[in-house]
């Protein structure tokens, strides 16, 4: 067993079981779980009698609602960069395990999973949409951009969704995340503890979903994907916004007054994020989000975003540039730009994922 309170990881029968354990928290993720979980996984990918690892979050609101946005907020307004890149570096390391992990890796999401939980979740061969599964991936709201690997996923979901979830943050349930690709199967949440049992027992993983899970109502956004794929498809923010306007259903209007509360800038990375990331392997796409993370928590943005939302509340964030119209091409450029000897180092996962 690998533990820290936060993290609970032990072997249950067949399965590696982890616990998010900061219900307190919405489960956010903290240095001290991204260690403990990649430890765990290290130990049980030599264990033969681990058959599968299972993945839960404590509590019944969330499985992990992200990051420890505040602890990052207060690092980095005091300037200390370097404690906020070692986390995100350890982060998306472990992002590249989990997505690499030679055995089924079952994330059990019935409850809130935004950023950070997406990233300890969908990334696994198998993802299970519980009653309670609420995904968001909201960051463009608080001045930082869609991480996590969502520059790899993000574009892979049906249609242009990605690029809609990306810059709206819109909520996604059970249904829709199965629609999307975000989930594999539903399961009901009174069903969840007979499917985690039957992995304990050894049984097949896909044999054992395919027994306890059942359908999801369909939601909006699968019901909107014509609106998503024409609006969404454009090259530009503001052909989006045109496109959107000229709709002029409620979801269209809806979905165009959700991006203009972003920031502007955020905004213009998150839509290049869509358009290179469909090309990109996942090693190189997460390689591309510590670039962007690298510039993003030297810029004003976050801290202003989070201040906004998180720490004064006002819901007034003064964003820098202001307008989306304001937003260039050479501005997006520089936060993409390489790092040279700063660049994310993946050699030691990828070498214990072969």
Request: hydrophobic residues 50%; neutral net charge.
């Given at each position: 067993m690998t533990t820290t309170d936060e993290a609970i990881c032990r072997r249950r029968g067949a399965i590696g079981h982890i616990t998010l354990n900061r219900p307190q928290a919405l489960n956010a993720l903290t240095l001290n779980m991204v260690r403990a979980i990649?430890?765990?996984?290290?130990?049980?990918?030599?264990?033969?009698?681990?058959?599968?690892i299972v993945v839960e979050g404590a509590g019944d609101r969330a499985f992990c609602a992200g990051g420890d946005i505040r602890l990052l907020w207060e690092q980095g307004t005091a300037g200390d960069h370097k404690a906020q890149l070692d986390f995100w570096r350890e982060e998306?390391?472990?992002?590249?395990?989990?997505?690499?992990?030679?055995?089924?890796?079952?994330?059990?999401?019935?409850?809130?999973?935004?950023?950070?939980?997406?990233?300890?979740?969908?990334?696994?061969?198998?993802?299970?949409?519980?009653?309670?599964?609420?995904?968001?991936?909201?960051?463009?709201?608080i001045g930082f951009f869609p991480d996590v690997g969502a520059t790899w996923f993000l574009p892979r979901l049906a249609g242009k969704t990605g690029a809609y979830l990306g810059l709206t943050g819109a909520r996604v349930k059970a249904g829709d995340a199965v629609a999307l690709g975000l989930a594999e199967a539903h399961v009901s949440r009174a069903k969840i503890p007979d499917l985690v049992a039957a992995l304990e027992a050894g049984e097949d993983v896909e044999a054992a979903i395919a027994c306890f899970q059942s359908?999801?109502?369909?939601?909006?956004?699968?019901?909107?994907?014509?609106?998503?794929?024409?609006?969404?498809?454009?090259?530009?923010?503001?052909?989006?916004?045109?496109?959107?306007?000229?709709?002029?259903?409620?979801?269209?209007?809806?979905?165009?007054?959700?991006?203009?509360?972003?920031?502007?800038?955020?905004?213009?990375?998150?839509?290049?994020?869509m358009q290179v990331g469909a090309g990109l392997t996942f090693e190189e796409a997460m390689r591309t989000e510590f670039r962007i993370v690298s510039r993003i928590c030297r810029g004003p943005n976050f801290y202003e975003g989070v201040r906004a939302t998180i720490i004064d509340k006002d819901q007034k964030p003064a964003w820098k540039p202001a307008r989306i119209e304001d937003v260039t091409a050479r501005d997006v450029d520089a936060i993409f730009a390489p790092l040279g000897a700063d660049e994310l180092d993946l050699a030691g996962v990828m070498e214990a994922a072969s």
């Open positions: 990649s430890r765990a996984l290290d130990m049980w990918d030599g264990d033969s009698a681990i058959r599968a998306y390391a472990l992002n590249v395990r989990i997505k690499r992990y030679p055995k089924p890796y079952v994330a059990v999401i019935d409850g809130i999973v935004m950023g950070g939980g997406v990233g300890v979740s969908i990334h696994g061969s198998h993802r299970i949409a519980g009653d309670g599964f609420a995904f968001a991936m909201p960051e463009v709201g359908a999801a109502a369909s939601g909006p956004i699968a019901q909107n994907r014509a609106v998503i794929d024409v609006a969404f498809s454009a090259d530009g923010l503001t052909e989006i916004l045109a496109r959107l306007a000229a709709d002029g259903s409620d979801f269209a209007k809806e979905a165009a007054k959700a991006i203009g509360q972003k920031a502007p800038l955020s905004l213009g990375v998150a839509l290049r994020q």
